[in-house]
């Protein structure tokens, strides 16, 4: 199992594929909080590396196969630096990072802070942290305080996905027979979790010195929140 030691009791799981020929890039995937490497390895990976690009799927520390140390705070600055030990560590030449969700804000963070990138790819990343989201974010922990992934599924599905995915994938979820059980406090899903809603959105986009392709939903709060950044 590939594992980038960070530390005696610390590490990140990663797969690694390198591109086809010398000086073409890299496609960096970072996770949403509550994903792995398996969202990008079933489809994204292989056609990318079939197109002869290299590829780099990994885990934050405190998701799967990626051990830290109790008591380790796993908030943004730590994933983001971990980020970029990992492309440093790596040597990836010509990295586009792809960022899914909050993964994005690392992706930015890592560049931020001094890893050159040959572009970025933003999917449904770019928010502004207002009443809404916060209740959001708190909403979350909470579920998961009183019921865990299944009670958090059931409540906050309907705002991330949209009606064609939940038509077809409503059966998995509100099962009359399920059952609910809290979330385990010292798991590394629950450290993540309950320390991403103190997460620095504060983005200096304008320093940002790479290409950038934006996906977002077109729901009316993305546009206005897309609009009012663009107008400042």
């Not at 292989?46 to 799967?64: E, K």
């Not at 804000?105 to 999917?123: C, E, K, P, R, T």
Request: charged content about 15%; glycine content about 10%; some cysteine.
């Amino acid at each position: 199992m590939p594992l980038l030691n960070l530390s005696p009791n610390d590490g990140l799981y990663y797969e690694h594929s390198q591109p086809n020929k010398p000086g073409t890039p890299t496609f960096v995937f970072v996770n949403p909080i509550t994903g792995s490497v398996d969202i990008w390895q079933a489809e994204i990976g292989p056609a990318l590396r079939n197109a002869g690009y290299g590829t780099l799927a990994y885990n934050f520390r405190g998701q799967a196969d990626s051990p830290y140390q109790e008591g380790t705070v796993l908030n943004d600055q730590l994933i983001s630096g971990d980020l970029s030990q990992l492309v440093n560590s790596l040597e990836i030449d010509q990295p586009v990072f792809v960022g899914l969700s909050i993964g994005g804000l690392f992706a930015l963070q890592s560049h931020l802070g001094g890893i050159d990138a040959a572009g970025m790819v933003l999917l449904n990343t770019l928010r502004i942290i207002g009443p809404r989201i916060a209740w959001i974010n708190d909403a979350v922990v909470r579920a998961m305080d009183v019921g865990g992934p299944q009670l958090m599924g059931d409540i906050m599905t309907p705002l991330i996905w949209g009606p064609d995915w939940l038509a077809a994938n409503r059966s998995s979820f509100l099962q009359s027979d399920a059952e609910y059980s809290p979330i385990d406090k010292n798991s590394g899903a629950y450290n993540l979790l309950s320390n991403m809603g103190a997460a620095d959105w504060n983005v200096q986009y304008e320093e940002i010195s790479c290409p950038v392709l934006v996906v977002m939903r077109t729901s009316g709060s993305c546009l206005f929140m897309m609009q009012k950044m663009l107008a400042s």
